[in-house]
Antibody, heavy 118, light 113 residues
């Protein structure tokens, strides 16, 4: 069974860059799309973007200017960088995966809270 | 972007009774070439990630109890829990995967009356 685990700093200062990594275990990272989704406290889910194992990406236009995703197949990991963060970027960040043929999310990490504050 | 709107925002139902949650998309998520609706439902319990319940609008994920069912087509969809159990208390989200950016409804909080 595929399992995902997010890692990264829980506190980021305003204007800095948020960096998170998701480690995939229990299966191959190949042939899936890997996504980042966030959820501010008490609010709904926002899709940030996705990366295929080839390295091709799709980002949410609302965040596109600040988002970079990458994948390292040798480590079974993929990563998110979100630049110039503000308090509005405070949220639980989830990594999630879907098959290449269907874009509903089968696999989810447990989520990691990232707080933007000085 | 396709806007997903759920109703109601919160719902209280007695144990054993039926719960119905609605989801409306701002444009059709039906793809005529394969006759499929690109709509999924998730259940999220406190402190946990969302869990996939339903995809293609009406296909239950493996292991999901058959009291959960999805229906609808085009722009209007429904998640029905036929007989509410205590463990069904959660927030339910719909999601369209017809086009990027993928978008979710605001969530519906389901409680026991």
């Amino acid at each position: 069974q595929v399992q995902l685990q997010e890692s990264g700093p829980g506190l980021v200062e305003p204007s800095e860059t948020l960096s998170l990594t998701c480690t995939v275990s229990g299966g191959s990272i190949t042939n899936y799309y890997w996504n980042w989704i966030r959820q501010p406290a008490g609010k709904g889910l926002e899709w940030i973007g996705r990366i295929y194992t080839s390295g091709s990406t799709n980002y949410n236009p609302s965040l596109k200017s600040r988002v970079t995703m990458s994948v390292d197949t040798s480590k079974n990991q993929f990563s998110l960088k979100l630049s110039s963060v503000t308090a509005a970027d405070t949220a639980v960040y989830y990594c999630a995966g879907h098959f290449s043929s269907s874009s509903y999310f089968h696999y989810w990490g447990q989520g990691t809270l990232v707080t933007v504050s000085s | 972007d396709i806007v997903m709107t759920q109703s109601p925002d919160s719902l209280a139902v007695s144990l054993g009774e039926r719960a119905t949650i609605n989801c409306k998309s701002s444009q059709s998520v039906f793809y005529s070439s394969n006759n499929k609706n690109y709509l999924a439902w998730y259940q999220q319990k406190p402190g946990q990630p969302p869990k996939l319940l339903i995809y293609w609008a009406s296909t239950r994920e493996s292991g999901v109890p058959d009291r959960f069912s999805g229906s609808g087509s085009g722009t209007d969809f429904t998640l029905t829990i036929s007989s509410l159990q205590a463990e069904d208390v959660a927030v339910y989200h719909c999601q369209q995967y017809y086009s990027t950016p993928y978008t979710f409804g605001q969530g519906t909080k389901l409680e026991i009356k």
